[in-house]
Antibody, heavy 120, light 107 residues
Framework: EVQLVQSGAEVKKPGESLKISCKGSGYSFTSYWIGWVRQMPGKGLEWMGIIYPGDSDTRYSPSFQGQVTISADKSISTAYLQWSSLKASDTAMYYC?????????????WGQGTLVTVSS | DIQMTQSPSSLSASVGDRVTITCRASQGISNSLAWYQQKPGKAPKLLLYAASRLESGVPSRFSGSGSGTDYTLTISSLQPEDFATYYCQQYYSTLYTFGQGTKLEIK
């Protein structure tokens, strides 16, 4: 069974750094792209970027380029989303999702989400 | 970027109704369109891909159609568990974009 399990909710202060994770199982982690999607409170879905864990090829949405870093550790089947300096506007639910095939493709499996709250 | 415009943004309907949600792309996307369902507090769930292909396990009351820039999601007979928010997503361009969502509520 394909599963993406994300790390738990985080509460941080503005200016702090953060790295959240997404662990894949039940499939060949290195053979499928993993994407990250933001959902701000009460709002819709925004695609942030994707990574191919096999070779760490990474693509970013222009809206998020330079704001976050996406990485992966294929040895432990885990993808990451990180911030170096959080802002209050980063408060959102973040989902990882597996892409169903070669670029470009839809997302077929989703993690349960990680809620990030940034507040002073 | 390819802009995706969904309509309506919200919809009230009754169990048993047939409903249609529309998604329009700012340029042709060659059926590279997926539909997702999201319930409150849950992750999105893939319903259809390639505009009309039903994901495994999804009830056949869900169907998709369209071409070029205009696509529709139809639910043939609403069930209580279908009340949720629905999103379209284009993957014609690797700069993926989602529609703004359609909230389907019980009348």
């Amino acid at each position: 069974e394909v599963q993406l399990v994300q790390s738990g909710a985080e509460v941080k202060k503005p200016g702090e750094s953060l790295k959240i994770s997404c662990k894949g199982s039940g499939y060949s982690f290195t053979s499928y792209w993993i994407g990250w999607v933001r959902q701000m409170p009460g709002k819709g879905l925004e695609w942030m970027g994707i990574i191919y864990p096999g070779d760490s090829d990474t693509r970013y949405s222009p809206s998020f380029q330079g704001q976050v870093t996406i990485s992966a550790d294929k040895s432990i089947s885990t993808a990451y989303l990180q911030w170096s300096s959080l802002k209050a506007s980063d408060t959102a639910m973040y989902y990882c999702a597996r892409q169903g095939g070669n670029l470009p493709a839809n997302f077929d499996y989703w993690g349960q989400g990680t809620l990030v709250t940034v507040s002073s | 970027d390819i802009q995706m415009t969904q309509s309506p943004s919200s919809l009230s309907a009754s169990v048993g109704d047939r409903v249609t949600i529309t998604c329009r792309a700012s340029q042709g996307i060659s059926n590279s369109l997926a539909w997702y369902q999201q319930k409150p507090g849950k992750a999105p769930k893939l319903l259809l891909y390639a505009a009309s292909r039903l994901e495994s396990g999804v009830p056949s009351r869900f169907s998709g159609s369209g071409s070029g820039t205009d696509y529709t999601l139809t639910i043939s007979s609403l069930q209580p568990e279908d009340f949720a928010t629905y999103y379209c997503q284009q993957y014609y361009s690797t700069l993926y974009t989602f529609g703004q969502g359609t909230k389907l509520e019980i009348k």
